[in-house]
């Protein structure tokens, strides 16, 4: 069983940066690979971004790529989002996700959610 608790949202304008935590309650959080998802108003929820227990395997959606940055550390049991150059389509209520098998970009693999925390991008 694995309790996820993203922080790190909020307001900012167009080509801001945030960077997003997730703090995972389990005593063995390297052993499950992680991601982020994103649901926007209306829109059903989609893949972000996708690492591996011990970070060998990325993977971003193509929205993302080059521009946010996934990542983890498993002393801390915590992953991370860095997104820079922010646009207002970005704007959604990000969530990590948690699984113990291979992640992929389909939310039903993940067992494990967080409650989400918003993320509003202002033009």
């Known amino acids: 069983q694995v309790q996820l608790v993203e922080s790190g949202g909020g307001l900012v304008e167009a080509g801001g940066s945030l960077r997003l935590s997730c703090t995972a309650h389990t005593q063995t959080f390297s052993s499950y690979d992680m991601a982020w998802f994103r649901q926007a108003p209306g829109k059903e929820r989609a893949f972000v971004a996708g690492i591996n227990w011990s970070a060998g395997r990325l993977l971003y959606a193509d929205s993302a790529e080059g521009r946010f940055t996934i990542s983890r550390d498993n002393k801390k049991n915590a992953l991370y989002l860095r997104m820079n150059s922010l646009k207002p389509e970005d704007t959604a209520v990000y969530y990590c996700?948690?699984?113990?098998?291979?992640?992929?970009?389909?939310?039903?693999?993940?067992?494990?959610w967080g409650q989400g925390t918003q993320v509003t991008v202002s033009s």
């Open positions: 996700a948690a699984t113990d098998v291979s992640f992929s970009k389909d939310p039903a693999g993940y067992p494990y």
